[in-house]
């Protein structure tokens, strides 16, 4: 027994002196529970919408109160003109509109019956679902109310009407999601044992004594893995077009171009977690945990981004998977050209070119 409490003890002095062992044992557990309970969730709430009124009356006011009052919507104006809503949609600066026809109040008195139109975003099905089920009760509520107060059978009918997705299908949302999962975990793995390898293999001397230079030795090392990962780009949009049924609206050459941006993010990401790491396995559980949970928690792709704290949103415009599912659905699902999508591309090139030079400057041409 004592010679099995001096082991116990020994290994726990390994672990305790391992930086990185606490950090996987404390740090990442802490962070899941963070993320998962606090920070993330279901629910939409303050999701952006316009209002246009036509009718300027004391029903529709009313209304409009109501829905200004609820916690699930953040209004962002009253529109007295639909010109600017397709734009709005377009640029994602909305969520759902609500469209008030003129004379809406007298067609309920007189008909007892009015209609509003609901358009909502559903390139996001989740979201565009349930911000037209809140409107409908808020809706309904607001029917039950003045009928018992005017003992009248009033009835306002929400006519609803989905843009980018009408069908409602997962595969909109799905596939900007995987592609940005897939590229960004394929790029980033495969990069991150490239310069580390050979240390451990030993085979780093041998590149160090030959006439490449450290930026020679980077591109020969990633460029296969560039090429790679563009065969996979169009596997996944071949796959999304006759499997998915996922119609490409945008420019296809615009669509590549801004893929292989990421491919670049991505393996700048891999060269530099390879130049630092020491061993193969450290590359690639920082590849793994670094790069898998951001993708899939921090893009808007599973949770919306709307709804995390405000710290949380900060961290989530570092991850640059989250600029890519921005520019996939705008160019994929929106059919929207560079002009919309340039600030994201501008972000992903910024990123690139700062991680490449730091990846550079930290190449050591000589082994410690």
């Given at each position: 027994?004592?010679?099995?409490?001096?082991?116990?003890?020994?290994?726990?002095?390994?672990?305790?002196?391992?930086?990185?062992?606490?950090?996987?044992?404390?740090?990442?557990?802490?962070?899941?529970?963070?993320?998962?309970?606090?920070?993330?969730?279901?629910?939409?709430?303050?999701?952006?919408?316009?209002?246009?009124?036509?009718?300027?009356?004391?029903?529709?006011?009313?209304?409009?109160?109501?829905?200004?009052?609820?916690?699930?919507?953040?209004?962002?104006?009253?529109?007295?003109?639909?010109?600017?809503?397709?734009?709005?949609?377009?640029?994602?600066?909305?969520?759902?509109?609500?469209?008030?026809?003129?004379?809406?109040?007298?067609?309920?008195?007189?008909?007892?019956?009015?209609?509003?139109?609901?358009?909502?975003?559903a390139s996001d099905p989740n979201v565009a679902t349930a911000t037209t089920t809140y409107i409908t009760q808020i809706i309904n509520d607001y029917n039950m109310t003045s009928g018992n107060a005017s003992m009248q059978p009033l009835?306002?009918?929400?006519?609803?009407?989905?843009?980018?997705?009408?069908?409602?299908?997962?595969?909109?949302?799905?596939?900007?999601?995987?592609?940005?999962?897939?590229?960004?975990?394929?790029?980033?793995?495969?990069?991150?044992?490239?310069?580390?390898?050979?240390?451990?293999?030993?085979?780093?001397?041998?590149?160090?004594?030959?006439?490449?230079?450290?930026?020679?030795?980077?591109?020969?090392?990633?460029?296969?893995?560039?090429?790679?990962?563009?065969?996979?780009?169009?596997?996944?949009?071949?796959?999304?077009?006759?499997?998915?049924?996922?119609?490409?609206?945008?420019?296809?050459?615009?669509?590549?171009?801004?893929?292989?941006?990421?491919?670049?993010?991505?393996?700048?990401?891999?060269?530099?977690?390879?130049?630092?790491?020491?061993?193969?396995?450290?590359?690639?559980?920082?590849?793994?945990?670094?790069?898998?949970?951001?993708?899939?928690?921090?893009?808007?792709?599973?949770?919306?981004?709307?709804?995390?704290?405000?710290?949380?949103?900060?961290?989530?415009?570092?991850?640059?998977?989250?600029?890519?599912?921005?520019?996939?659905?705008?160019?994929?699902?929106?059919?929207?050209?560079?002009?919309?999508?340039?600030?994201?591309?501008?972000?992903?090139?910024?990123?690139?070119?700062?991680?490449?030079?730091?990846?550079?400057?930290?190449?050591?041409?000589?082994?410690?």
């Amino acid at each position: 027994m004592r010679q099995l409490f001096v082991f116990i003890r020994k290994e726990f002095l390994h672990v305790f002196r391992d930086r990185k062992s606490l950090l996987m044992l404390f740090g990442l557990p802490i962070t899941q529970i963070v993320l998962f309970g606090f920070a993330l969730s279901n629910e939409i709430k303050d999701s952006k919408i316009v209002i246009a009124d036509y009718s300027r009356d004391e029903v529709t006011r009313k209304i409009t109160e109501k829905i200004e009052a609820s916690r699930y919507f953040d209004v962002e104006e009253n529109l007295q003109s639909a010109q600017q809503l397709e734009a709005a949609f377009k640029k994602g600066k909305i969520k759902m509109a609500v469209i008030f026809p003129e004379n809406f109040a007298e067609d309920l008195l007189h008909s007892k019956k009015a209609t509003v139109q609901v358009i909502a975003d559903a390139s996001d099905p989740n979201v565009a679902t349930a911000t037209t089920t809140y409107i409908t009760q808020i809706i309904n509520d607001y029917n039950m109310t003045s009928g018992n107060a005017s003992m009248q059978p009033l009835q306002i009918i929400p006519e609803v009407r989905m843009l980018y997705n009408p069908e409602l299908k997962g595969g909109p949302n799905f596939v900007p999601g995987v592609m940005a999962l897939v590229l960004m975990l394929v790029c980033t793995m495969m990069t991150s044992v490239a310069i580390v390898k050979e240390k451990e293999l030993g085979t780093m001397e041998v590149l160090l004594v030959s006439p490449f230079k450290p930026l020679d030795i980077i591109i020969s090392k990633l460029t296969p893995y560039l090429i790679i990962s563009v065969m996979n780009l169009f596997i996944i949009l071949i796959l999304s077009v006759t499997i998915l049924d996922l119609e490409i609206k945008g420019n296809i050459f615009l669509l590549v171009f801004e893929s292989i941006l990421f491919i670049l993010t991505s393996l700048s990401i891999g060269l530099f977690l390879s130049i630092n790491a020491e061993t193969q396995q450290a590359a690639m559980m920082g590849s793994m945990m670094g790069m898998m949970l951001p993708t899939l928690l921090l893009t808007g792709f599973m949770f919306p981004v709307e709804n995390m704290p405000l710290p949380m949103q900060w961290l989530a415009n570092l991850v640059p998977s989250r600029w890519y599912f921005i520019i996939i659905k705008k160019v994929m699902l929106k059919g929207l050209g560079f002009s919309s999508v340039w600030k994201e591309s501008l972000i992903l090139i910024s990123m690139t070119i700062f991680l490449f030079t730091i990846s550079l400057r930290k190449f050591k041409i000589r082994l410690e």
